[in-house]
């Protein structure tokens, strides 16, 4: 008897999220940023909530839950409950460098979440305090030998990690990692020569790039970059080096497909809209959306490995939670 009533009472759960899958959406949608307000990601998901917003009718609301380097945001939309109110925009901080970084993390990347689109990059660049006598990375690479012990770099996500200490690894050079809580400070801190080098994403950064209140000497990506004419690819020093930041929306495990097909037409739309590119593009950031879920997922799966692979490569110790 007790056997039948979960068999019965998981048919009318799924029968709910079905019911419940054929109006959404409702009521207001959660868009939880894992990181803090006015970082890139941040910055890219109120521009796509707001157009998201008026193609589905109901208000896409943002509500940043930084720390713990995205584990925060990531556990509460792993924790909720799968029916589209409560969705998750984030990066490869935790859903490709997390599962290496951390030991015992609180979710699991793959078997937590939906996988819903890829919404594009964002680029990230290897800048350095204005009185810093070097003007190029190779230059950064000769100071921070003959300067030992005098480099310091911040890391407020993984990208900024990763990179840095993969360059480390492969130039042989040493530098001290200082953490951060946000872009943001970090970018200050870069500003007022607390530390000297710093992987700052476009979207946080490219404002004071303009500016000229820092100096962006190379692009983690291996290709060139737009907006940045003048700042050649790392790779140009470094072979075959090419890291980039990859920006998309997930929500809980066994999120309905007709939800999950649903926000996907709205990101896919959205990223066609004109105004939106226009926006997104001040950021810096690179539109390149998933052909569709699946294809989103598959990549998720390689970004991991992908990231796996540098990590361990670069000797990256992880911390235990």
């Not at 290496?100 to 890829?118: C, E, H, S, V, W």
């Amino acid at each position: 008897m007790n056997k039948l009533l979960k068999v019965l009472a998981a048919a009318l759960a799924a029968s709910s999220l079905h019911c419940a899958a054929q109006s959404y959406p409702s009521s207001n949608i959660n868009l939880v940023v894992p990181f803090a307000a006015g970082s890139g990601t941040d910055a890219v998901a109120r521009i796509m909530a707001t157009k998201m917003g008026s193609i589905l009718g109901q208000p896409v609301i943002v509500e940043n839950k930084p720390g713990a380097s995205a584990q925060i945001g990531a556990q509460l939309v792993a924790s909720a409950k799968p029916d589209g109110y409560t969705l998750l925009m984030t990066t490869n901080t935790s859903h490709s460098a997390n599962p290496y970084l951390f030991q015992n993390l609180k979710y699991d990347p793959i078997k937590d979440f939906t996988p819903i689109a890829r919404v594009g990059e964002l680029p990230f660049v290897l800048t350095v305090n204005n009185d810093l006598p070097v003007k190029t990375v190779q230059e950064l690479i000769d100071y921070a030998k003959a300067n030992p012990g005098k480099l310091s770099y911040g890391t407020p996500n993984s990208t900024s990690l990763v990179t840095t200490e993969t360059i480390m690894y492969l130039t042989k050079i040493g530098m001290t990692q200082i953490p951060y809580k946000s872009s943001p400070q970090a970018l200050t801190d870069l500003i007022g020569n607390q530390i000297q080098v710093y992987v700052v994403d476009t979207g946080s950064g490219m404002g004071m790039i303009k500016a000229g209140k820092v100096r962006p000497i190379g692009l983690t990506g291996n290709r060139p970059y737009a907006q940045l004419p003048n700042v050649p690819p790392i790779a140009k020093t470094i072979q075959g080096f090419d890291v980039v930041s990859w920006n998309g929306v997930f929500g809980p495990a066994n999120l309905p497909k007709p939800i999950v097909d649903k926000v996907n037409a709205a990101i896919q739309e959205a990223l066609k809209d004109k105004e939106v590119q226009a926006k997104l593009a001040q950021l810096g950031f690179v539109v390149w959306p998933s052909k569709n879920p699946q294809d989103f997922a598959q990549y998720v799966s390689d970004q991991m490995a992908f990231w796996g692979k540098l990590i361990i490569q670069s000797g990256i110790k992880s911390e235990i939670n």
